[in-house]
């Protein structure tokens, strides 16, 4: 049984499975809480957990999913040159909103470990949690944190955002396009901007933009509170 999971190939299936699962339940139950990115990591961990199958083995296929993060945020790009005329006109305004967005996500950061008395192993793993993982463990690798905890803090903030982005506006009355991608992809990076993608084709674009530029901020600032 083993030398059939010993393969890249079980992680991989499992994952896709997994989220196809999510898919097809999310459109059944058509409710924000089923999320297919929350059923889909919910059936992993429940599959790994039943069958007592070792995390080594489902990690040798979901590193290849891995692999895919960089080059799908990237063709983010395409929605962003659709919306070029438009980004040009509010690059001010995205790059303010981005800019208080980045600095809001460090600065909780910082004030709520100071509250709870975490170290500064701690903070340097979450300092990074609302930009894009690979930046993120970039960040946290360059101050001495732990990149699994960063992850997962990313993925948290990441399906919050998704959860989340269309109650916030409704509730702080944001109607604005822009400003609601531009707040989705400064908070919650690229699971977040799947949820701006639905909303709207604007919102997706601005969400877009924010990623980079929320990633930018974040490397530029985050030093500055570790002094």
């Given at each position: 049984?083993?030398?059939?999971?010993?393969?890249?190939?079980?992680?991989?299936?499992?994952?896709?499975?997994?989220?196809?699962?999510?898919?097809?339940?999310?459109?059944?139950?058509?409710?924000p809480l089923a999320n297919p990115m929350i059923i889909a990591m919910s059936l992993v961990v429940l599959t790994l957990l039943i069958f007592d199958i070792p995390l080594d083995l489902y990690a040798k296929?979901?590193?290849?999913?891995?692999?895919?993060?960089?080059?799908?945020?990237?063709?983010?790009?395409?929605?962003?040159?659709?919306?070029?005329?438009?980004?040009?006109?509010?690059?001010?305004?995205?790059?303010?909103?981005?800019?208080?967005?980045?600095?809001?996500?460090?600065?909780?950061?910082?004030?709520?470990?100071?509250?709870?008395?975490?170290?500064?192993?701690?903070?340097?793993?979450?300092?990074?949690?609302?930009?894009?993982?690979?930046?993120?463990?970039?960040?946290?690798?360059?101050?001495?944190?732990?990149?699994?905890?960063?992850?997962?803090?990313?993925?948290?903030?990441?399906?919050?955002?998704?959860?989340?982005?269309?109650?916030?506006?409704?509730?702080?009355?944001?109607?604005?396009?822009?400003?609601?991608?531009?707040?989705?992809?400064?908070?919650?990076?690229?699971?977040?901007?799947?949820?701006?993608?639905?909303?709207?084709?604007?919102?997706?674009?601005?969400?877009?933009?924010?990623?980079?530029?929320?990633?930018?901020?974040?490397?530029?600032?985050?030093?500055?509170?570790?002094?």
């Amino acid at each position: 049984m083993l030398e059939v999971l010993d393969t890249p190939l079980f992680g991989l299936t499992l994952s896709i499975a997994a989220f196809w699962v999510g898919l097809w339940v999310n459109k059944k139950i058509k409710h924000p809480l089923a999320n297919p990115m929350i059923i889909a990591m919910s059936l992993v961990v429940l599959t790994l957990l039943i069958f007592d199958i070792p995390l080594d083995l489902y990690a040798k296929g979901a590193s290849i999913i891995t692999l895919f993060l960089a080059p799908v945020t990237a063709v983010l790009a395409v929605t962003i040159y659709r919306q070029r005329a438009l980004l040009k006109s509010s690059l001010l305004p995205v790059l303010l909103g981005t800019l208080a967005g980045s600095v809001a996500s460090l600065f909780s950061i910082k004030w709520t470990s100071g509250l709870l008395g975490l170290d500064q192993v701690v903070l340097a793993s979450l300092m990074s949690k609302s930009v894009t993982t690979p930046i993120a463990i970039a960040i946290t690798e360059q101050f001495g944190g732990i990149p699994a905890l960063t992850v997962a803090s990313t993925v948290i903030s990441g399906t919050l955002g998704n959860l989340l982005a269309p109650l916030l506006a409704k509730m702080f009355f944001i109607s604005d396009p822009i400003a609601h991608g531009v707040g989705i992809g400064s908070c919650s990076h690229a699971l977040g901007t799947s949820k701006a993608l639905e909303i709207g084709e604007v919102e997706g674009a601005m969400s877009s933009i924010a990623i980079s530029l929320s990633g930018i901020f974040t490397v530029l600032l985050a030093p500055l509170f570790f002094l």
